[in-house]
Nanobody
Framework: QVQLVESGGGLVQPGGSLRLSCAAS????????MNWYRQAPGKEREMVAN????????NYADSVKDRFTISRDNARNVVYLQLNSLKVEDTAVYFCSVRLRPDFSSWGQGTQVTVSS
C-alpha cells in the first residue's frame, strides 16, 4: 500500500536550517507530483511547495519562496524540503502528500518543525 514517511523535523533557532525528507513507497514515484504542506496550530493546512515527477518544475508558496527548496530523488523514491532562513512563523507540522487520483490523496504522518530562540 501507499506509504509516505516524513523525517528531519526538530527544534531550530530563527535563521537556522533543516532538511525534511519524505520516503515514498507503494506507487510509481517518478510519475507523480509530490507536495509539501504544513499546518500551524489553529491554522488551516497550507501548501508549501510541490515538484513535478521529472523534478524540472517546482512551485512555492509566496511565504517560503527564496528560502525553501524542494527536490526529489526518483532513484530512491524520496522528496526533500530544504528549509533555510527559518522564521518563528514557519513553526508547523510539515506533511508530504501525493495525489494519486482526482478523488484521493495520500498523506504522511507529518514531522514537527519548531523555530524558537
Amino acid at each position: 500500500q501507499v506509504q509516505l514517511v516524513e523525517s528531519g523535523g526538530g527544534l531550530v533557532q530563527p535563521g537556522g536550517s533543516l532538511r525534511l525528507s519524505c520516503a515514498a513507497s507503494g506507487f510509481t514515484f517518478s510519475l507523480y507530483v509530490m507536495n509539501w504542506y504544513r499546518q500551524a496550530p489553529g491554522k488551516e493546512r497550507e501548501m508549501v511547495a510541490n515538484i513535478a515527477g521529472s523534478g524540472r518544475i517546482t512551485n512555492y508558496a509566496d511565504s517560503v519562496k527564496d528560502r525553501f527548496t524542494i527536490s526529489r530523488d526518483n532513484a530512491r523514491n524520496v522528496v526533500y524540503l530544504q528549509l533555510n532562513s527559518l522564521k518563528v512563523e514557519d513553526t508547523a507540522v510539515y506533511f508530504c502528500s501525493v495525489r494519486l487520483r482526482p478523488d484521493f490523496s495520500s498523506w504522511g504522518q507529518g514531522t514537527q518543525v519548531t523555530v524558537s530562540s
